[in-house]
């Protein structure tokens, strides 16, 4: 099976695709791709991993193969989250980083993913180049000056947190917290953080169990049951979480309410617009809340669709054009940041935005739709069985006039099909670019007609 790289870089499951062999020509090929397009001085190369199992060998091999080639290799020294990987290459101009992680994947599974000198997710440009190295790498003789430096990342990401976060503001307001870590690399980065405030913090699931107690590292409702009846039966001031390698959050309000990252996303656009007075544009990926859109147009500032992927939204951070930007999988990050996700950064945004209006997010998003209007999204997955991959790419292909009855408007093809209806609801289906799934998104003004419609785009798959 050859190697392909998704959204995110590329997984695969521990011993059956993701092995040593394919990570050293996984490894080999970056390299290959940085001795051939590279023009800068650096030789410099960021090497981390997750809490996954076997982690630190893997880095540890990729690392090897690196300085033999001649590049100096900063190693991290202990798990370490995706955005302060993003924030090691920038902070010392390495040409990029190899990170060993499988995100919020189930823990069978492994991956890599490959950043560009911005600290940006490779784009997909890049990665084609590089999986075309992997099907027939030129032999890179061994070169001299290359060397391994185990490397702490954590100390300079923690000080540029006090760049992007009004901790005073939180400190001042005297939240009582909890951090679910779920076994993940956002232990001893978001707690200590707060609590080097002087703030309470206490840690769900602080340390490492590399099975993740069965299920995915993933900070969604579901698995934040536990987080969620803390926040309530302690009176708390919110519930934090992030997934397996920090660059998701899952945010649990006082009054146990699960904030979607969709609303999330909405509300602390809004927020930073108010707080910040930035008067940039709003990013959203095509899957996710057009409740985006209209905090956009209330605020009269621009609005960006970008196809499924950080790295699209990570263009408009580089570019400085976007107050934030955000997808409905619960990843944003913001103007000044990286071009990479950050949930660490936005689960401190949240407990900003509470210590800042002295209001809950349940009262603060109440504000917000009574503003703009309410929408409701969801999503659900269709495992993609061998019929459904051989009809997929017809299907997709279709320019039905209506749905379920539903009149169809425009189709949108920037990523997957995204039907928008003329009573303003949508549809979109697309390949899920890191499990074997068909995804289909929609959003609706009403709860009820949301699962209608959910059900009417899975019907329209399988026919």
């Known amino acids: 099976m050859s190697i392909r790289f998704g959204t995110s870089g590329w997984r695969a499951i521990i011993a059956d695709e993701f092995t040593f062999e394919k990570v050293r020509l996984v490894t080999k090929a970056i390299c290959c791709y940085l001795k051939q397009s590279s023009d800068r ?38 798990p370490t989250p995706t955005p302060t990987i993003s924030h090691t290459i920038r902070n010392n101009q390495a040409l990029g980083g190899v990170n060993f992680t499988a995100s919020h994947n189930p823990p069978e599974y492994q991956g890599i993913k490959f950043s560009t000198p911005d600290g940006a997710p490779a784009l997909p440009e890049i990665t084609k180049q590089i999986e075309r190295l992997i099907e027939n790498t030129p032999e890179i003789e061994d070169a001299s000056g290359g060397e391994i430096e185990k490397f702490d990342a954590r100390p300079d990401y923690m000080d540029d947190l006090k760049t992007k976060i009004d901790f005073d503001q939180i400190a001042q307001a005297k939240g009582r917290y909890v951090y679910d870590a779920l076994w993940g690399t956002g232990r001893g980065y978001l707690d200590k953080v707060l609590q080097n405030y002087g703030l309470e913090v206490e840690t769900l699931h602080d340390w490492r169990d590399v099975t993740f107690e069965g299920m995915s590292p993933e900070p969604g409702e579901k698995q934040l049951e536990l987080l969620r009846n803390k926040v309530k039966d302690n009176n708390l001031t919110l519930g934090l979480s992030t997934d397996g390698d920090g660059d998701r959050f899952g945010v649990i309000d006082s009054n146990g309410e699960f904030i979607s990252a969709n609303n999330l996303i909405a509300l602390l656009s809004d927020y930073l617009y108010e707080s910040r007075g930035w008067r940039e544009g709003i990013a959203r990926s095509v899957a996710t809340t057009h409740l985006v859109d209209r905090v956009a147009e209330n605020r009269g500032i621009k609005l960006y669709e970008t196809p499924v992927g950080f790295k699209f939204i990570g263009e408009l951070i580089n570019k400085d054009e976007i107050i934030l930007g955000g997808e409905e999988s619960a990843g944003l990050s913001i103007k000044g940041h990286y071009p990479e996700k950050d949930g660490i950064l936005a689960c401190l945004l949240a407990a900003e935005a509470v210590a800042a209006r002295g209001a809950s997010l349940t009262e603060q998003f109440n504000e917000l739709t009574n503003r703009v209007g309410k929408l409701e999204s969801g999503r659900i997955g269709v495992r993609l069985t061998e019929e459904i991959a051989n009809s997929l790419k017809d299907k997709l292909s279709r320019e039905p006039s209506k749905i379920g009855g539903r009149m169809i408007e425009n189709i949108n093809r920037i990523d997957g099909v995204k039907f928008l209806f003329a009573d303003g609801s949508w549809m979109l289906m697309r390949p899920s670019g890191t499990e074997p799934l068909v995804r289909i998104y929609a959003e609706t003004e009403d709860k009820q007609d949301l699962e209608v419609l959910l059900e009417q785009g899975r019907r329209y798959l399988l026919e």
């Open 41 to 78: 001085e650096s030789n410099t190369i960021i090497i981390g991993h997750d809490s996954r199992f076997m982690g630190e060998r893997f880095s540890e091999v990729a690392a090897e193969i690196a300085s033999s080639k001649g590049f100096r290799v900063l190693l991290c020294t202990k």
